[in-house]
């Protein structure tokens, strides 16, 4: 059912409502979104796991016209909260917004306002996952949705949900550069286990064609994290590798990197997956076999990312949720992963 607003009209649409086209053009006027705005990662996210969700996305249209104004994707889990959609597996939620020029947390924002008026006339418990607030459509969707619990007589808890480490390359040219910020310790380590690697013959390049290489991926991961891993002998451990070979079969080319490191005692030992976006490369996700080890391949594949980074001019390499140690070793400061709460 489509809600007039104005010269606005907002509905339930799920993610079959709004083709690749209109997404795109939307995810483009959104500059300071991240690669998991992609509508593959959504896709591949209902296609694997969406079996025990409903999809209760919002859309936000002009009356005139029917262009896409606002995209809100949610999921409606089986324990009846209202949660950002498919970020049980995404590291950043998604809130697609046309450009706005007022102050978001101050004026009214209409297309934002629509949405978040929508989303709270679901009459559920609401867990708006994996805010960024260095996404300016999640900036504007907090707001808005203050405002709407505000006017509905509801309570809005707006929290810490957990870090997620980046360093920062604004300025840096090269590697070193980046390695001379670090306290001499760390920098020592870093370059020590860049030589090791070199003198054992170790080559990282990335893969040609990420979906052919999915299976040695999946065996690496295994290998390095095995059934506190994503793909463990399980139905849920299929539902991962779905996952990824959708993602991987439907992403546009570039967005995802796939790098290896080899040498010839152990072939292919480790790799790891990297996302682009225009304001960084973000390291999601690795694994490697044990025998490796001291070749410390996790440091190799941070290294090259990084590098990647600096050459492509990227603002940031982002290590993504979670406060692992090796990520401040590395030279990260965290940014805060934010979530919005409101009880039925």
């Known amino acids: 059912m489509t809600t007039p607003v104005g010269s606005l009209a907002v509905s339930a649409t799920p993610l079959a409502g709004v083709s690749k086209d209109e997404w795109s053009a939307l995810l483009q006027a959104n500059p300071s979104a991240s690669a998991f705005s992609l509508r593959a990662f959504h896709q591949a996210w209902w296609s694997a796991h969406g079996g025990g969700a409903e999809d209760v996305s919002i859309a936000v249209r002009s009356a005139s016209s029917g262009e896409l104004l606002g995209y809100l994707p949610l999921m409606r889990r089986p324990d009846g909260v209202t949660y ?107 370059r020590r286990k860049v030589r090791r690697g070199e003198a054992a013959g170790v080559q990282i390049s990335a893969s040609e064609d990420v979906l052919a290489d999915l299976p040695e991926f999946v065996r690496l991961h295994r290998a390095r994290w095995g059934e506190r891993g994503l793909f463990t002998e399980t139905p849920k451990g299929v539902e991962e590798e779905v996952f990824l070979r959708e993602l991987f079969a439907t992403a546009p080319s570039g ?5 290896m490191a080899r040498n010839d005692e152990f072939g292919t030992f480790a790799a790891g997956l990297f996302l682009r976006d225009a304001g960084a490369i973000r390291y999601w996700n690795a694994g490697g076999d044990a025998a490796a080890r001291a070749l410390s391949p996790g440091v190799l ?32 400061v965290d940014a805060q992963v934010m979530k919005l709460e409101i009880p039925r």
């Open 255 to 259: 967005t995802i990197s796939m790098l």
């Open 84 to 190: 950002s959609g498919a970020t049980l597996h995404i590291d950043y939620a998604t809130v697609l917004l046309a450009p706005h020029t007022g102050a978001p947390s101050q004026e009214s924002d209409p297309v934002a306002d629509a949405l978040a008026t929508a989303l709270l006339a679901l009459n559920s418990p609401i867990n708006m996952m994996r805010i960024r607030p260095a996404d300016v459509a999640h900036v504007r969707m907090v707001a808005a949705i203050h405002r709407a619990a505000v006017a509905a007589s509801r309570a809005a808890t707006y929290a810490i949900e957990e870090p997620a480490p980046y360093i920062d390359l604004q300025g840096i040219r090269t590697l070193d550069e980046h390695l001379e910020r670090l306290d001499k310790k760390q920098r020592h380590e870093i």
């Open 301 to 332: 594949l941070f290294v090259h990312g990084l590098t990647l980074a600096i050459n492509e001019g990227r603002a940031q390499l982002d290590f993504l949720r979670g406060n692992e140690a090796y990520k401040y070793e590395c030279g990260a």
